[in-house]
């Protein structure tokens, strides 16, 4: 198990990114972990994102992550439009861009949470 998507370089553009955590994880071998579902690393100063969302659905174990979408703070303005979505299941994902946005869980079926 690791991070869903990492970006190493500079300049990187995307468009409309989807993705589901995993849905068969514990707590300890994911949520402990800091994994996430898209990760710029630290010391890129250029990246921008239109519509990227992780969607949560731990099936089988509650798992909290911290954050859907981990970025250095010099490109968090470079996101547009960032979501967090509770499908189904069990567990949290506290923030959905770094300690921005509300937390995703259980009751919001399907109701995104949204960094603007």
Known sequence: ???????????????????????????ETFGDMGYVGYRVVEGVQEHVAFG???????????????TGISVP???????????GVFLNGLGTLSHVLNKHGNATSLGMNGKPAYVC
Request: cysteine-free; overall charge negative; proline content about 6%.
């Open 73 to 83: 703070e010099a490109v968090e303005s470079s996101f547009v439009a960032p979501l």
């Open 1 to 27: 198990l690791k991070d869903l998507v990492v970006w190493r370089g500079e300049r990187g553009a995307t468009y409309f990114y989807q993705s589901e955590l995993p849905y068969d994880v514990t707590q």
């Open 52 to 66: 990227a969302g992780v969607y949560t659905f731990f099936r089988d174990h509650p798992v909290t992550v911290a």
